[in-house]
C-alpha cells in the first residue's frame, strides 16, 4: 500500500472543481466548502484531457511546451477511486464522490441481476437517471444563474453517460479541434459561465500505443497546440483551467495475469467485473473469505485485495450510498506496479491495450490543475 495514493475528497480531487469555479464565479455552492481555490473571474474554461496525469506531464515535459510551463507554482490534484473515465468524468460534473454517484468503474454489477453495465458505452435498460439520481453540479450552478456549457463529440450527445454525468448543461457539438475553440470562446463570451471541454484523443492513443511511445508523444504535442490556441482565443479575462481524468501507465505482457489461465482465480468468483487494474469481483453466496485468501496467495505484491467493507472504510470510495453498495465488487483487487489483471474470454479487448488505468498508483491518481 506504501505505492497508493488516496484520493483527496473535498480537498483537490476532481469532484471539486466545479465546486471551486463556482466560488470563482461569485456562486458559492450550498455544498461542503472545498479545499480547492481558484481566483475569481467572469467566466471559466474547464479544458480536460483525458489520460493527461500529472506524473506524464512532467516526464514528458518537452512533448507539452506550454502545458508545462504552466506547472509552476502549480499543485495537482488526485481523481477518485477507480481512477478511469466513467468515474471521473462523472466525479467532476457531479461535484460527488463515486460512492455517492454510483458510476463506480468501467464496468460493474447490476444489482439483482448477472450483468454488468459498461459504463461507457451504457446499456439501454439501464436509465442513467435512476442511476445517477443527484443533480449534477453543472445543473446545480445553472440554477444559480451560471451559464454553463458541453463541449463535445457530437456522437457522446445524449449517451447514458453524459446524461448521467453531465446533464443540466447546454450542449454543443464539436468533432474537430476547429470546432471545439469556436465553441468554447463563443461559449465563454456569456458572463459567468462555465465551459466544459473535453478531448479523449490522448487516452486513446495510450491505449493504444503506449505513454512515451511516437504516437503518444506527438499527440501530446498536438493537446499542448490546442490548449495554447485555445488560451490564445479566449479573452484575457476568462480563465482557462486545464485538468485531466486519470493518469496512465504501461502493463507490458510478462506483468499480465489472465485468469483464464489462473482458473483457480475463477473458483467462487460469479461475475468479473471493473478492468484491468481494478477488478470488482462479485462472489458466490459465502464465498468471500475463500477468494480473497485465494486471490492474495496469487497475487502476493502485486495487488492489494480488500472486501468490500474494508476499501469502504478506507474512504477508497468517499461515502457510499446503499445504492451503490451492492455496484461495488464483494472483493476489490486494485493493482501494483505495472500488474494487470485480464480476462481474455470476457473482455477480450483489454488485453490488445498496452496503456492502462484504474488504480491507485500515483502516476494514475494524481492529475494536473493547470490555470492560465
Not at 134 to 154: C, E, P, Q
Amino acid at each position: 500500500m506504501g505505492e497508493f495514493l488516496e484520493p483527496a475528497y473535498g480537498e483537490r480531487s476532481l469532484g471539486d472543481v466545479v465546486p471551486a469555479v463556482a466560488e470563482a464565479l461569485g456562486l458559492p455552492a450550498p455544498d461542503a466548502p472545498t479545499g480547492l481555490v481558484l481566483p475569481g473571474a467572469a467566466a471559466y474554461v474547464v479544458f480536460l484531457v483525458d489520460g493527461l496525469g500529472a506524473r506524464l506531464l512532467e516526464r514528458y515535459a518537452h512533448a507539452a511546451p506550454f502545458l508545462a510551463g504552466l506547472l509552476a507554482g502549480s499543485t495537482p490534484a488526485t481523481a477518485g477511486v477507480p481512477s478511469t473515465t466513467v468515474t471521473s468524468l462523472t466525479s467532476l460534473g457531479t461535484g460527488l464522490t463515486p460512492g455517492a454517484h454510483g458510476l463506480v468503474g468501467f464496468t460493474s454489477r447490476v444489482p439483482g441481476t448477472d450483468r454488468l453495465l459498461n459504463a461507457l458505452f451504457w446499456d439501454k435498460d439501464v436509465d442513467p437517471v435512476e442511476w445517477q439520481p443527484h443533480d449534477t453540479a453543472f445543473a446545480r450552478l445553472r440554477a444559480r444563474g451560471a451559464t454553463v456549457t458541453v463541449v463535445n463529440k457530437r456522437e457522446f450527445r445524449g449517451t447514458g453517460l453524459t446524461v448521467a454525468a453531465h446533464r443540466g448543461a447546454e450542449y454543443v457539438g464539436a468533432d474537430r479541434v476547429g470546432e471545439r475553440i469556436a465553441a468554447a470562446v463563443a461559449a465563454s463570451a456569456e458572463p459567468i459561465s462555465l465551459t466544459y471541454l473535453y478531448d479523449g484523443d490522448l487516452d486513446w492513443t495510450g491505449h493504444r500505443y503506449g505513454v512515451a511511445s511516437s504516437p503518444w508523444l506527438q499527440q501530446l504535442s498536438m493537446v499542448d497546440a490546442e490548449a495554447e490556441q485555445l488560451r490564445e482565443a479566449l479573452p484575457s479575462d476568462v480563465r482557462l483551467l486545464v485538468v485531466a481524468d486519470h493518469g496512465m501507465i504501461d502493463s507490458p505482457g510478462g506483468s499480465r495475469i489472465d485468469v483464464d489461465d489462473r482458473t483457480e482465480l475463477r473458483d467462487g468468483v460469479a461475475l468479473l467485473g471493473g478492468e484491468a487494474r481494478f477488478r470488482h469481483l462479485y462472489c458466490h453466496r459465502g464465498a468471500v473469505d475463500d477468494v480473497v485468501a485465494t486471490w492474495r496467495e496469487v497475487l502476493a505484491g502485486r495487488a492489494t485485495v480488500l472486501t468490500r467493507a474494508d476499501a469502504v472504510g478506507r474512504g477508497w470510495f468517499g461515502p457510499v450510498l446503499p445504492g451503490v453498495l451492492p455496484r461495488l465488487g464483494d472483493v476489490v483487487v486494485a493493482c501494483h506496479g505495472d500488474t494487470a489483471i485480464l480476462s481474455t474470454a470476457d473482455f477480450p479487448y483489454e488485453a490488445t491495450l498496452v496503456g492502462l488505468h484504474g488504480s491507485l498508483t500515483p502516476d494514475e491518481m494524481l492529475i494536473p490543475v493547470l490555470l492560465s
